[in-house]
């Protein structure tokens, strides 16, 4: 199985800040990588899904880094809202299929009016 | 709208008793998951389909059984095999044959086994 980890587990900040968290994963055998977001009381939604080395991605206020060779995605909030307050997931396609996903237990953002 | 629904929110069930998990798509995706979230952990994958009447054990299948009759559906059976029911559990289905495809998810169901 492969080993997906997020860092921070959980992070609080007050609205306006802007922050970052980190998604490190086994560059072998690399297909792709996702980011979701799940806000409590709802299902997980895609965020992005990033395939190339040097894939950068954006939707509003959020952004994400893929870099490949070393095994990480970078996943930013400008000016973080109350209502980005949720759980942010990362997983990563599995070698050798197209399919399966493994994911990372997610870091908890908190943003505090 | 389309969309996954999964049946019930909340589920009771009694030590040694199977139970089925429903999860129903009108996306018309080919493909069809099933994870497991325990507190602490990410999203485990216990089976997936990718087209009817075929499907493959995850990371975590021991204990579970699922069908794919038809394309829509996708029932996951809790066995009392299962040492650890009792967990959160999402379905998930995405378009067939995209290396960058995503994966759209349903409520949940939480499962309580006693």
């Known amino acids: 199985i492969l080993n997906v980890e997020q860092s921070p587990q959980s992070l609080h900040v ?4 802007s922050t970052n968290f980190t998604c490190s994963f086994p560059s072998s055998n690399f297909y792709a990588l996702h980011w979701y977001r799940w806000e409590t009381a709802k299902s997980p939604e895609a965020l992005f899904v990033m395939t190339l080395n040097g894939d950068e991605k954006k939707k509003g206020r959020i952004s994400a880094t893929l870099n490949t060779k070393e095994g990480y995605s ?3 909030i400008k000016g973080s809202q109350p209502e980005d307050s949720a759980t ?3 997983a990563q396609n599995s070698g050798g299929s197209n399919y399966k996903l493994t994911f990372g237990k997610g870091t908890l953002l908190t ?3 | 709208d389309g969309g996954i629904t999964q049946s019930p929110k909340y ?3 009694k030590e040694g008793q199977n139970v089925t998990l429903s999860c129903e798509q009108n996306l018309n995706h080919d493909a069809m998951y099933w ?3 325990d ?3 990410g999203l485990r994958l216990i089976y997936y389909s990718q087209i009817v ?3 493959q054990k995850g990371d975590i299948a021991e204990g579970y059984s699922v069908s794919r009759e038809k394309k829509e559906s996708f029932p996951l059976t809790v066995t009392s095999a299962q040492k650890n029911p009792t967990a959160f559990y999402l379905c998930a289905s995405s378009i067939k044959g995209r290396r960058n495809y995503e994966q759209y998810f349903g409520p949940g169901t939480r499962l309580t086994v006693t």
């Open chain 1, 14 to 17: 007050q609205e306006g800040d």
């Open chain 1, 74 to 76: 970078y996943l930013y």
């Open chain 1, 88 to 90: 942010y997931l990362c």
């Open chain 1, 111 to 113: 943003v505090n009016p």
């Open chain 2, 11 to 13: 589920l009771f069930r």
């Open chain 2, 35 to 37: 994870y497991r979230q």
């Open chain 2, 39 to 41: 507190p602490g952990q």
């Open chain 2, 53 to 55: 009447n075929d499907f």
